[in-house]
């Protein structure tokens, strides 16, 4: 499957962003998708994941009660909704799919996307 991530920007802290993941050249809806994201230098790191069905969504701590991970698998899209952003927040975000079982592990993900930069200023 390929993966075309989307929606990310500069937003001032406190603010409000909108992240895309779509999906092509494959059955979405077998693939658990999540939202990784990588500062330079630091190690990619998880941020959601949410299952084929929709029904079970895990989120980082750092993320957890201003982020929500959804998917539309009639659009193959996942998206991320983050809120409350701080600059901690910046980063490049990765959309990545697998088939089977959700997962916090990068190393379990074969396809990704390209990534999209979010800037937070303070």
């Known amino acids: 499957v390929q993966l075309q991530a989307s929606g990310g920007g500069l937003v001032q802290a406190g603010g409000s962003l909108s992240l895309s993941c779509a999906a092509s050249g494959g059955t979405f809806s077998s693939y658990s998708m999540n939202w990784f994201r990588q500062v330079p230098g630091m190690e990619r790191e998880f941020v959601a994941s949410?299952?084929?069905?929709?029904?079970?969504?895990y989120y980082a701590d750092s993320v957890k009660g201003r982020t929500t991970i959804s998917r539309d698998n009639a659009k193959e899209t996942v998206y991320l909704q983050m809120n409350s952003l701080t600059p901690e927040d910046t980063a490049v975000y990765y959309c990545?799919?697998?088939?089977?079982?959700?997962?916090?592990?990068?190393?379990?993900?074969?396809?990704w996307g390209q990534g999209t930069l979010v800037t937070v200023s303070s």
């Open positions: 990545a799919a697998r088939r089977g079982l959700v997962s916090k592990r990068a190393e379990d993900f074969g396809s």
């Open positions: 949410i299952s084929w069905t929709g029904g079970t969504k």
